[in-house]
């Protein structure tokens, strides 16, 4: 991994390698930033103030070995990231080499406070979201530190850390679980909608029901208003119609003088083309429209003749037209735009006033379905609930196994899984269930997402001691090492390669930093093992040790990265132990830490 102006790192690559690395070095020289560079890598957040001062970005990029063809190598193709081939593992996988990195900028303007940062993230050449980078972090490391033990005193915290150590046998009653309380929260919220809100759907239904009425009693036919404004601009005209419309039918039939009539003209004009026809075929064509044009006229003359015969002036039907016509548009203006506006919000009132009036019914449904949703929430709770239970002494058990090889060996840890009792009288929160008992009782629980547990780690530090919420119960050195020893317990129920532990080892120190040293290099036994330390007892059972060095020119610190060779190593550890590198003690202390240390590697091999 290479890390470029990140915190006090100007540019440092760092070699990690199979089996347990320890980084060291003196206060302030970095060694946390190897850690956030690992965030960084994986997703982590971006923060500006991460960045070294005078660098306009922080950059770290990083190689992994994967299987081939594991999930890791999956999700990598899917964001179109490219793979190398690798050396296999040691029992004959093979594996793939993948590039990640991850450029942290400055937040441009408006970017959000000043804590706040551009980010850009690639895997395997191709840019992706850095989400894709968290997803991949999630299958290949899992980080422990004192930021997660402060999480771990939280009492929600407590009970997720229960369940992560459960593994399917909580997460899968409680998937179950949890889909039946979002089935039920759903229901609750509608059920609730339709009760608190009746008064109002009611005064909803009142206006349709009365919109409704308005309209069938109108009862209104499609076209009706444009028909009604013919008959209304004909009636209101009749008496110029009528001298127009006589005077188009003398046109086309006078047969007096000094008048002749179009037809009588075209008439005439047809039997004499008619018969010029018979002479001459020529003049067919012309005989046909002449025809064709006598046999309008005479049509027209007829359609007149009816149209005079209904054109009667009528005062009273003009009056109803016209009334029909205001009523018609009175609807418009309400319920409108147009008569047509006004037909489809009917059909849709008339739907939407049916959902109205069948709530009713529908609140008896939905109650039902609430009770049958209670019943099966109350069933799966309980799975919930015995399965952390049974977990929770197991959990207690490996906890209280690391603390006796932490120099703990009269503690108890106690994992209490209980549940929040309500006055069923005085829930009103709708957040209450009832819980049949074996002995025939009932308890009435709280109950949400997670279930119906709280969760709270105990600690009694030695015999006789009452059990106690660790947070109160641990001095500074013991909460240490109880925090340590859960983050143990989590490491090796982690399907991960890769575990980053960060001065987990704080408050501890003489024997206990020994089982320390000793229970991080069991864990590299099957897993890559990174720990940033100050303790020389925990870096002694080191399979590799990384060297923090600070340089300073009296303005900007630099801090570079190297492996430690065997006498290098010796002075490192002569320095944590004792302040100086070349103390003849320390040294000769390093020497007997680093031959007890190699001498208990070999025997757990």
């Known amino acids: 991994m290479r890390i470029r ?5 100007e540019d440092a690559v760092l070699s990690l390698s199979p089996g347990f690395t320890a980084v060291t070095g003196e206060t302030g020289a970095g060694k946390t930033m190897v850690v956030t560079g690992l965030d960084l890598l994986f997703g982590g957040r971006a923060e500006t103030a991460r960045i070294r001062p005078g660098a306009d970005r922080a950059t770290v990029e990083g190689t992994i070995l994967v299987p081939a063809e594991g999930a890791v190598a999956r999700r990598a193709r899917e964001a179109g990231a490219e793979l190398d081939p690798a050396d296999p593992a040691a029992d004959g996988t093979p594996r793939s080499e993948l590039l990640l990195a991850r450029v942290v900028g400055a937040a441009g303007p408006g970017g959000g406070g000043p804590s706040s940062a551009r980010s850009r993230a690639h895997l395997g050449g191709q840019a992706v979201p850095v989400s894709t980078l968290a997803e991949v972090g999630e299958e290949l490391v899992a980080r422990h530190g004192q930021s997660a033990q402060q999480r771990l005193l939280q009492p929600t915290r407590q009970r997720a850390a229960l369940d992560r150590y459960a593994g399917t046998a909580v997460s899968e009653p409680l998937a179950g679980y949890r889909a039946a309380y979002a089935k039920y929260k759903d229901v609750a919220a509608e059920l609730d909608e339709l009760v608190t809100q009746a008064k109002a759907r009611e005064q909803e239904a009142d206006a349709l029901r009365y919109g409704l009425g308005e309209i069938d009693k109108a009862q209104p036919e499609p076209g009706e208003e444009a028909e009604l404004t013919e008959e209304i601009g004909r009636l209101d005209h009749v008496e110029v119609l009528r001298a127009a419309t006589e005077q188009a039918y003398e046109a086309l039939n006078a047969e007096e003088e000094p008048t002749i009539g179009a037809i009588a003209v075209l008439n005439l004009a047809r039997r004499a083309i008619e018969q010029a026809a018979a002479t001459d075929p020529g003049l067919a064509k012309v005989a046909a429209k002449i025809k064709d044009a006598y046999w309008v006229a005479t049509e027209a003359s007829a359609e007149l003749a009816t149209y005079l015969g209904g054109l009667e002036a009528d005062p009273a039907r003009l009056q109803a037209a016209q009334e029909r016509l205001a009523e018609l548009n009175a609807l418009a203006r309400r319920y409108g735009p147009g008569l047509d506006g006004v037909l489809a919000w009917a059909e849709t009132a008339r739907t939407r006033l049916a959902l109205l009036e069948g709530d009713d019914g529908r609140i008896a449904e939905l109650a039902a379905r609430q009770e049958e949703l209670a019943g099966q929430l109350v069933e799966l709770a309980a799975l919930v609930s015995a399965a952390r239970g049974a977990c929770a002494l197991d959990f207690a058990a490996a906890v209280t196994r690391e603390l ?22 005085a829930d009103q929160s709708g957040k209450a269930l009832d819980f049949p008992q074996p002995d025939g009782a009932v308890r009435r629980l709280l109950f949400g997402a997670n279930g119906i547990d709280e969760v709270e780690v105990q600690l009694a530090p030695h015999p006789g001691a009452p059990f106690l919420p660790i947070a109160k119960g641990a001095s500074g050195g013991e ?12 490491a090796g129920a982690d399907p991960v390669p890769t575990l980053v532990f960060d001065e987990v080892d704080a408050g501890v120190g003489g024997a206990a930093a020994v ?7 069991r864990l590299a036994r099957t897993a890559q093992v990174i720990v940033v330390t100050h303790l020389p007892q925990v870096a002694a059972f080191a399979d590799r040790q990384l060297l923090v060095r600070k340089a300073s020119d009296g303005t900007v610190t630099s801090s ?3 492996v430690l060779d065997e006498a290098e190593r010796r002075r490192e550890l002569a320095r944590m132990l004792s302040g100086r590198e070349d103390s003849a003690t320390g040294q000769a202390h390093a020497d007997e830490l680093l031959e007890a240390a190699r001498a208990e590697r070999e025997r757990m091999f």
Request: no cysteine; net charge positive.
């Open 404 to 425: 006796a090889e932490l120099a703990m060996p009269h503690a108890r840890i106690l994992v209490r899984v209980t549940q929040r009792e309500v006055d069923p009288a």
């Open 515 to 521: 089982e320390v040293g000793r229970r991080l290099a």
């Open 560 to 562: 570079g990265i190297a």
């Open 479 to 490: 909460l240490s090492r109880v925090m340590l020893a859960i983050e143990v317990v989590f």
């Open 5 to 9: 102006g990140l915190g006090v790192i």
